[in-house]
């Protein structure tokens, strides 16, 4: 009994202890998990915040890249719109320039065109259809592909009768086989001709759309050629007109010539020519570009801290200089673009105004002001050096009239008024002629026209007086303005010229205005002056009116319509 008490006893302590120790294994397997779970988590804490001060460099190195682009952006930006700005002021300062390196010569013959033809392009039409696939019907068949095989040895002698068989049913086999081969020959012929039947058809569909689309392209070749050849020939008659001084083909001429300028995309690049033969004298009516052609802004600034791009505004001095010298090199360009293009020497003078069209800011109302007016003549001009002028002080030297103050549209009187270039009927092969009733000044005795030319001034507000009559079949008169400042006495005569009148003429109205202590002289002709009156009357007190400037002043002033047509002798 103690034995197994003392036994039990034993295995009570053995279990004991191993259930110990199996506590004791549990609990170091718990805290060796414990420890590699919180070493796990310690490296993936140490990972994920590896992770994030990764990603948080990469957002600011992004968001650093990106705010260094939108930098660079913006101060390129700036960058082009300030070299934008620079082309532009430096494409104004250099209009006159621009075109000295240019050969303002037109010549006609090189405005003919030559009609260019694409070439024929049918497209489906012109590819022939490729002829059909013609079937093949299998070969004939012969009768050695049914005859049995001759009998040999004893079965000629014992055997004659089943190969006698043999041959009358492999003569069946192939009577039945042959039929069957002409049947499918048939068929296959009947398909093979329908074939080549509907592609002869669309042949023929097709030959015939190729002839329409030929017609069809020689009709608009030959559209192209007489659209070629009527320009030619238009081309052909303004160059045989200009040959021949016809005054509407030099004014066709040197509209082609302004039109060749190339001036900025803002500038308006409309004129109106007049063309007055007897003094060999174009004048052109220029519309200038207002005052916004000149950039408004300085300078464009990228302010950083503001993330923002902002202007200086251009010094309201430099916009008007910068404008005064727009208007005076356009006169300029304008003046020697005609003469360098005339080598037919049909222009000797030239009268350049310069106008103009805005909203005066005063009224609201839209103003047309003369902003420079010019007249000069070929051989003044030529001994100019534009390469080198300043173009204010070259009209100056010119005798023009510049505004004082342009970009105020401050208006000078122009040399003389477009309008008042009238056109005369002075052909006398114009059927019209006849019929026309209006009187003609060179038909006037001298005491009308002495009349005539004291009324007209009259009525333009002069006190005239006759004085005597001249010799050569004009008139010579004395009027007084009765304006202040600007009136006083004026001393008047008119030429009732065929031919152009001389430079002695022009002389001699000076002596007598000088000679009468005159304010101003005004020389009235039914003709034209020529060059040489023109620099002599420049900057003087003196006026000249062209026959065309007489109708256009009995007109506007007397309301009397009336032509100068010169006789015959």
């Known amino acids: 009994m103690q034995r197994d008490a003392a036994r039990r006893q034993r295995e009570r302590q053995r279990a004991a202890a191993t259930y110990a120790r199996q506590q004791a294994q549990a609990q170091r397997d718990a805290q060796r998990a414990e420890r590699e779970a919180l070493r796990t988590q310690t490296v993936a804490l140490r990972l994920a915040e590896q992770h994030a001060k990764a990603d948080a460099r990469a957002r600011a190195d992004a968001i650093k890249q990106q705010k260094q ?26 209009l006159l320039s621009a075109t000295l390196e240019v050969d303002d010569f037109i010549d006609l013959e090189s405005l003919k065109r030559t009609a260019e033809h694409p070439p024929f392009a049918p497209g489906a039409v012109g590819r022939a259809t490729p002829p059909p696939r013609l079937e093949s019907a299998r070969q004939e068949p012969s009768f050695d592909q049914f005859a049995p095989p001759p009998p040999t040895g004893m079965a000629k002698v014992f055997g004659k009768g089943k190969y006698d068989r043999d041959v009358l049913a492999a003569q069946q086999k192939f009577s039945h086989a042959h039929a069957a081969w002409h049947q499918e020959l048939g068929a296959v012929q009947q398909r093979n001709a329908a074939a080549a039947r509907k592609h ?85 009516e220029y519309e200038l570009p207002n005052l916004t052609c000149v950039p408004a ?6 302010v950083k801290s503001k993330d923002e791009v902002t202007s200086t505004a251009r010094p309201v001095r430099e916009i008007k200089a910068l404008y005064g010298s727009v208007v005076a090199q356009i006169a300029l360009r304008t003046l020697h673009e005609i003469f360098e293009a005339d080598r037919a020497g049909l222009v000797d003078t030239v009268v350049f105004n310069g106008m103009v069209t805005t909203t005066d800011p005063g009224t609201g109302k839209e103003v047309r002001p003369c902003l420079v007016t010019v007249r000069t003549t070929r051989e003044v001009f030529a001994d100019l050096d ?43 092969t114009d059927v019209l002629s006849g019929l026309d009733q209006r009187p003609n000044l060179m038909e006037l ?62 002389r001699d109205l000076f002596g007598t205005m000088q000679n009468e202590g005159a304010s101003k002289g005004i020389l009235v002709t039914t003709s034209g002056y020529g060059p040489a009156s023109y620099d002599f009357a420049a900057g003087k007190p003196l006026e000249l009116i062209d026959g065309s400037n007489l109708l256009y002043l009995l007109t506007e002033h007397a309301g009397m319509e009336a032509k100068i047509v010169p006789p015959e002798a």
């Open 297 to 302: 802004v300085r300078e464009y600034k990228y």
């Open 445 to 506: 005795t001298p005491s009308e026209f002495e009349a005539l030319i004291q009324n007209l001034f009259s009525r333009m507000g002069l006190d005239t007086k006759q004085t005597r009559p001249s010799r050569d079949g004009g008139v010579d008169c004395v009027a007084f303005d009765p304006r202040p400042i600007f009136g006083g006495k004026v001393v008047i005569q008119a030429k009732r010229y065929r031919n152009t009148v001389d430079v002695s003429a022009v």
């Open 200 to 284: 002869q058809q669309a042949e023929h569909a097709r030959g015939e759309a190729l002839k329409k689309a030929k017609a069809a392209y020689d009709e608009q070749c030959a559209e192209r050629e007489s659209e070629v050849a009527a320009h030619n020939a238009d081309v052909a008659a303004l160059a045989a007109a200009f040959a021949r001084r016809e005054p509407q083909a030099v004014l066709e001429y040197f509209t082609l010539v302004l039109a060749n300028s190339d001036y900025p995309e803002k500038f308006p690049q409309q004129y109106r020519l007049a063309y007055i033969p007897e003094s060999t004298q174009l004048v052109v």
């Open 69 to 94: 682009a939108h930098l660079e952006l913006q101060q390129a930006r700036v960058t082009s719109q300030n070299a934008d700005l620079e082309a532009e002021v430096a494409e104004l300062e250099q």
């Open 386 to 428: 534009l390469a080198l002028v300043e173009p204010l002080a070259c009209l100056e030297r010119l005798n023009a009239s510049v505004s004082k103050r342009p970009s105020d549209l401050a208006p000078v009187r122009p040399v003389l008024e477009f309008d008042m270039v009238d056109k005369r009927f002075i052909e006398e």
